[in-house]
């Protein structure tokens, strides 16, 4: 197996895309577990019930509760729901058998945490954010700000009609994530991880251009913005 010790780059898109499939299968199985990410936050399926001109109409909807650990170090607003108590917990896996990459497990967790290392390391400097996780959707902050937006394949694939997944979007039980791309930032810009890039948003208030902080650039400049990830 590799040594992590020594300097190497390795794919983090491919890992975070294996990361991503493995909340995916979780959320999607007959019965769906809760699963989390240490150092991010915990995803779950709630089902839910609405009544509807004298129907009562069910569904489900993927819920994320941020880690309570990161929102209190950045003052973040956002409402740690706890995980209903019938509902299994797993912690994603590292394995390659449970991923499907070609790297050992030392080298996936240290990948993965150096990544939410960043993450953690943007609040800090109050900058904002948009960490994708693909196929299940996009964790946004602003300011203080933070929403989870989800990927309409996936509504789709959980509860099997189109039309309840237009309700779930029209009344606002669920973000989806192709609304990301028109959250505003007050900088007009914020970075996107786990590509390690800056991407254009609409600016939410008219302020001077203000330049990202030196602490910030410096970290970006550690991480390859074409996808690889310094070990």
Not at 153 to 170: A, F, H, Q, Y
Request: proline share 5%; with cysteine; charged share 25%.
């Amino acid at each position: 197996e590799s040594d992590v010790s020594f300097s190497c780059f390795l794919d983090v898109l491919t890992i975070w895309k294996a990361v991503s499939k493995y909340v995916r299968n979780q959320l999607l199985k007959e019965e769906p577990q809760a699963v989390r990410i240490t150092g991010l936050g915990t995803f779950y399926i709630k089902k839910c019930h609405s009544f509807e001109n004298g129907k009562m109409i069910t569904f489900q909807k993927p819920v994320f509760s941020l880690s309570r650990t990161v929102a209190r170090a950045h003052e973040l607003q956002h409402a740690s729901v706890p995980v209903p108590g019938e509902i299994t917990k797993v912690s994603v896996s590292y394995k390659k058998t449970d991923l499907g990459v070609p790297y050992p497990e030392k080298v996936v967790q240290h990948c993965v945490q150096e990544t939410l290392d960043f993450f953690c390391f943007i609040l800090k400097k109050k900058e904002d954010v948009d960490f994708v996780l693909k196929d299940v959707g996009t964790l946004a902050v602003r300011g203080t700000e933070v929403t989870m937006a989800f990927c309409e394949d996936l509504l789709l694939n959980l509860n099997k009609s189109r039309d309840m997944v237009e309700k779930l979007l029209t009344k606002k039980w669920v973000i989806s994530d192709k609304e990301v791309a028109l959250f505003p930032s007050r900088f007009g810009r914020v970075h996107q991880l786990p590509q390690f890039e800056m991407r254009v948003v609409p600016r939410r208030v008219s302020l001077t251009d203000e330049e990202t902080s030196p602490g910030v650039k410096n970290g970006l400049s550690r991480g390859n913005v074409s996808g690889q990830f310094p070990l």
